[in-house]
């Protein structure tokens, strides 16, 4: 017991220095993964951009949304000034109650910026309402690069040179799918979408909408406002001129209503299915989507499949097998035969056999053995496939035997011949 407890912990040591390890991304220096998460300093996470926010002077205030939007946006200006609601992210899932909260603050005359590959269509049913030649909204477009050029329209905003983003994996520049606005949704229709930047002037990247007394403005490209391109001078002159749009006030900047994209295309899929409800995913596919939990939950089912490994081993003594009775019969019938043939009573013996072949047929064939029957020998005779001429002498002795006041022993050694010729012969 003692050896098997030191190998059990033995193993489970191993594989959880072996979690550890994969946590810390196998003796890599950083993951390239875009998590979009304020406090990750890796290549595509948000830290970079959120550290400006905190100096830049036009924040009064930035406040971090880690819980539902209900009674966190203010509705009524603070000091004077508007507030800005911002979120960057892969995909954006807001309940009923949070998409209500986000248009009453937006309505109110404040901003909201939206940075995602995927857009929520219950939100977007309210700022895209007014359909351009009936064409619904379906989602954002993409195209695939490795290279993407953005520049904005506005006068003031426009750079001659295009600000140019490449994407990176693994230190070797990488195509992916870059996200844009259709040109189908714009159709210059009173509080429309209104292009307020371009990819390499072919294609709309972000948007205004205008929505009560503020507008949304939606980026489409949210790769751009990461850590490895804020850090370079041409990633925070496209990122500060994307942000002047926002008012000069308060941020509250949205760290709960973020999701990976899959999960948004699903949730965007349930809605278009049916808009009175948006499926739930389940916990354990928002832990397989996040590697430290996904190690986290495999260590925990690796050490419980362990566990069960050596609890199940049998802790009792071995139960002895216990045989089935043997069938008897045969040598029960081959002694008693002896007996009688020993005793010279043949005519015991013949009787006996014939009991036997009785039951045999009965058992065998279906057949009620009938004396000085000819269909009934014709009919055995075709079920076994024996001679109709050696059934026939048997059913004669059948028939004959049990009448006999004593039976030679010549005669009983015939009609035992009889009846192994019919045994051998039985199909």
């Known amino acids: 017991m003692k050896k098997n407890r030191v190998i059990l912990g033995l193993i489970v040591l191993a594989v959880v220095l072996l979690a550890v390890w994969a946590i810390q991304g196998g003796g890599q220096r ?75 603050f937006v309505e109110a005359g404040n901003t909201a910026f939206l940075a995602a590959k995927v857009l929520p269509y219950d939100l977007m049913f309210y700022l895209y309402y007014d359909e351009c030649d009936y064409i619904p909204w379906d989602g954002l477009s993409t195209h695939t690069d490795s290279v993407v050029q953005l520049n904005f329209t506005h006068p003031s905003l426009h750079r001659d040179r295009d600000f140019s983003f490449k994407y990176i994996n693994k230190f070797a520049a990488t195509q992916r799918q870059w996200q844009y606005f259709p040109d189908l949704y714009f159709c210059e229709m009173e509080g429309g979408m209104e292009a307020v930047g371009r990819a390499a002037d072919t294609t709309v990247n972000m948007v205004r909408v205008p929505y009560g007394n503020g507008f949304f403005y939606l980026h489409s490209q949210p790769l751009v406002f990461t850590n490895y391109y804020l850090v370079k001078k041409e990633g925070r002159s496209y990122a500060e001129r994307a942000f002047s749009h926002l008012n000069d006030g308060a941020i509250y900047w949205d760290e709960f209503s973020r ?16 808009p009175r409800r948006l499926q739930s995913e389940s916990p354990l596919q928002y832990i397989l989507e996040q590697p430290p939990l996904a190690w986290a939950w495999y260590t925990l089912v690796a050490i419980g499949l362990i566990f069960l490994l050596f609890r199940t081993r049998r802790r009792q003594r071995v139960i002895p097998v216990v045989h089935p009775p043997r069938n008897t019969s045969l040598q029960f019938v081959q002694t008693i035969g002896w007996l009688y043939y020993q005793r010279a009573s043949h005519q015991q013996l013949a009787v006996q056999a014939i009991k036997l072949l009785r039951t045999y047929v009965k058992e065998r064939y279906a057949l009620q053995w009938r004396n000085d029957n000819e269909q009934f020998v014709q009919q055995l005779s075709a079920r076994s496939g024996v001679d109709p001429d050696l059934v026939a002498l048997i059913a004669k002795d059948v028939h004959n035997i049990p009448r006999y006041t004593a039976l030679v022993e010549t005669e009983l050694v015939k009609f035992h011949q009889r009846l192994e010729r019919f045994y051998q012969a039985a199909k």
Do not use: C, H
């Open 30 to 104: 950083f993951s390239w993964r875009e998590t979009f998460k304020i406090k990750s300093k890796e290549p595509y996470g948000l830290y970079a951009l959120y550290d400006l926010f905190k100096d830049y002077p036009a924040v009064k205030e930035l406040n971090t949304l880690a819980d539902s939007l209900a009674g966190k946006l203010p509705i009524d200006s603070i000091n004077g000034s508007r507030a800005n609601y911002v979120f960057i992210g892969e995909g954006l899932y807001m309940r009923p109650q949070d998409r209500d909260e986000l248009l009453e």
């Open 259 to 274: 999701i990976p994209e899959r999960m948004a295309r699903e949730q965007n899929n349930a809605y278009r299915s049916d």
